[in-house]
């Protein structure tokens, strides 16, 4: 069955980075669209950015100049660097293909 591993989430102070990484399995990897979606308390989950089986990128006007979605087909895996985070950051991040969904991790932003 297909499964989707986070890693990667944890607290940082604003101004920081971190890189997510979500490991899939049980899909053909390079020919899916990957996605990273986070949900903060309180919101509706949110598109933060995606990319496609060919490498073209597309990214939440919040996230902009700041993350950046990357894939290596050879390891199964898709990231997101966040660099510059800011409190309003914080989330449980997902990572999706098509109707699947990972357990999510937690971003925390706090001085």
């Known amino acids: 069955q297909v499964q989707l591993v986070e890693s990667g989430g944890g607290l940082v102070q604003p101004g920081e980075s971190l890189r997510l990484s979500c490991a899939a399995s049980?899909?053909?990897?390079?020919?899916?669209?990957m996605g990273w979606y986070r949900q903060a308390a309180g919101k509706e989950r949110e598109l933060v950015a995606s990319i496609s089986s060919v490498g073209r990128t597309n990214y939440a006007d919040s996230v902009k100049g700041r993350f950046t979605i990357s894939r290596d087909n050879a390891k199964n895996t898709v990231y997101l660097q966040m660099d510059s985070l800011k409190p309003e950051d914080t989330a449980v991040y997902y990572c999706?293909?098509?109707?699947?969904w990972g357990q999510g991790t937690l971003v925390t932003v706090s001085s």
């Open positions: 999706n293909t098509g109707f699947h």
């Open positions: 049980g899909i053909i990897f390079r020919f899916n669209v």
